[in-house]
Structure formats: C-alpha cells, structure tokens
C-alpha cells in the first residue's frame, strides 16, 4: 500500500531555514550545536524539515560562505527589530537557493514563497493586523500576504491559503489579487481563500467587483453571496455545509458536514496527518467547534459520531468506523 506522504508544516520550515542560516553563516560554537540538536529532537517534523532545506540550500551554485555571512550580517545591521531582521534574512536566504539548480521549484516545494510573503502564519496559527488606513486582515492558517499600500495604491496579493479583510472607510479601493484573478473593494468585509483549482469569495458587507486574469471585468458580488472564481474566468455559486467566516472568530462551525469534508477541513489547522476513512466520509457533522483545540474536536466526534479516533502519534491520526 502506498504510503501518505507527511509534509513538514511551514513553521517546522521556518524554523529549519533559521538555523541553516546560523550555522552556516555564523561562527561555530557548542551552545548553538546543543540547541540545534535539542530543536531536532522536538518535534518529528524537525528532522524532516531540516532534512528538505539542508538538501535544497547544498545546491548553492558558488557563493563563498564568507561573502554570503557579510551579506547577511549588513542586511541585519540595517534592520534593528527582531521580525524585520529574520524576514531579511529568510529574503537573503532565498537568493541564496534562487541560484541552485533546483530553482523556484525547491522553493515552493519548501513553502519559501509563502515565508518570504509580507505576513504569514503557520499551519494552526491565525493571526490579525492592522494597517495604518483603517484597514482590518485577519490570515486563516497557513497562509500568506504581500501588501503594497501606498498614497495611490491598497494591493493586497494572497500568495496561499485564506484571508478576511474589512477594508475600512477609506476613499481608495483596495485590490485582492489571486490566482484566479481580481477583486476590488470599496468600504466592503470580504473574505477570500485559494484552494485547490478555485478561489472562494464571500462577501459580508460592500459590493466587490471580480476581473478574470486578463483584466476583463466579471461581475459584482453582493453582500451576503459566496462565489467561486477559476483561472478561466468562470463565476458560479459557491456550495458550501457551513459558516466561511467561522475561523475569523475561532470556530469551525457546519451544518450537514460530510465527516469527509469535515476532516479534511480541521486537518488544516493541525500539523502531521489526518485522515478519514470511506466507510465513514458519508457520515453527516453539524456544530460549532473551538479550533484553539482539534484533539477536543476529534473527541467530541468521537463521542457524538459512530466512530472512532485512533492516534497512531500525536501527528498521524485516522478516524474510522466504530
């Protein structure tokens, strides 16, 4: 039987890329080995996170170690606080690997164009910002941003994953651009998410104006409509078994749910595997659920649900008959 390949989440990454950097560019010592080896023992992923970037990064096609510290060190002089200086020096890295042979695609395959993104969170994590217009961004988890706001412009680039945006009062309309095309918004709450071969719109309060890739104008979305867009520029209703905007306030909340469904949803905000089996999928899920704890989520199903929760460990977990 084939085996179900276990992704290391983008924080594991993250952390992973930190640490090549610190040991690579820095001088060595016992008490950065020490944490290393402690970091690894952590967490399961670790390993495999450290395993996948230590293999891309020895495709450096070149640059001297020592050119490649000074670098990093004069991007870290000239950025005092503690998140402007990491995001440099993830951008530094990813220079670094642009050189190798495996390119863009190492990157992605790492999530490096989401760590490099202006905001991005962690698989479980949702996290909210403010920005100086009055505008509200709330990033499901594991997604990321690139934001260019300025005296003409509000751009907001979802690069993956989920994004609720209340564009406050201000007279300039604020641009989404996906995958699959634009939306522009004015005064409007809208939420938006990349997933598979579409985009979801939904679309609380406002009019949102949708554009295909090309440029040409699509349709308005209307408060209280819930719409997919496709890279073809093809508009249709969204069909959905629960409440889009329930993350933004820290639930999952469905109604008629296939468990299916429903486990590939809270699979999302829990690193490792999780998985349902088909004997099961057809199985109907209503309520609202705390996402601050999926392992309370799986047992509540497993109390109110013919079926049953097995944990082969913390980070592989398969939900089956009963």
């Known amino acids: 039987m084939h085996s179900p390949e276990i992704t290391p989440g983008q924080a594991h990454v993250e952390q992973a890329i930190e640490w090549l950097v610190q040991r690579r560019y820095n001088p060595p010592s016992a008490e950065t080995e020490q944490g290393f080896q402690h970091w690894l023992q952590q967490h399961p992923h670790n390993a495999l996170a450290w395993t996948q970037v230590e293999a891309m990064c020895d495709e450096f096609s070149g640059l001297p170690r020592d050119l490649s510290r000074r670098t990093l060190e004069g991007t870290q002089r000239h950025h005092t606080s503690h998140h402007t200086s990491r995001r440099h020096s993830l951008k530094l890295l990813g220079v670094l690997c642009a050189v190798g042979s495996l390119g863009w695609v190492g990157r992605e395959q790492l999530g490096l164009p989401s760590l490099l993104a202006d905001r991005h969170t962690a698989t479980g994590e949702r996290r909210t910002y403010h920005t100086a217009d009055g505008a509200k961004i709330q990033l499901n988890t594991a997604s990321a941003i690139d ?13 993956q994953g989920e994004v609720a945006i209340d564009t406050g009062k201000d007279p300039r309309p604020l641009r989404v651009i996906t995958r699959d095309g634009m939306l522009q918004a004015l005064n409007a709450h809208l939420l938006v998410r990349q997933r598979g071969e579409d985009t979801v719109l939904a679309v609380r309060r406002g009019d949102v104006m949708l554009y295909a890739p090309s440029g040409r104008a699509l349709r308005i979305a209307a408060p209280g409509e ?29 109604q008629q749910m296939p468990l299916g469904e429903f486990i590939a949803e809270l699979s999302r905000y829990r690193p490792g595997l999780l998985r349902c089996a088909e004997e099961v999928a057809r199985v109907k899920v209503s309520g609202t659920y705390q996402l601050a704890d999926t392992d309370q989520i799986l047992a509540l199903i497993a109390k109110t649900l013919p079926v049953r929760v097995d944990y082969r460990t913390r980070y592989w977990v398969s939900v089956s008959a009963s």
């Open 226 to 254: 819930q719409l997919l867009l496709s890279a073809s520029g093809q508009v249709r209703p969204a069909i959905t078994h629960g409440d889009p905007w329930g993350w933004s306030e820290g639930v999952l909340s469905v």
């Open 147 to 159: 934001l260019r706001f300025d005296k003409q412009l509000r751009n907001l680039s979802l690069v």
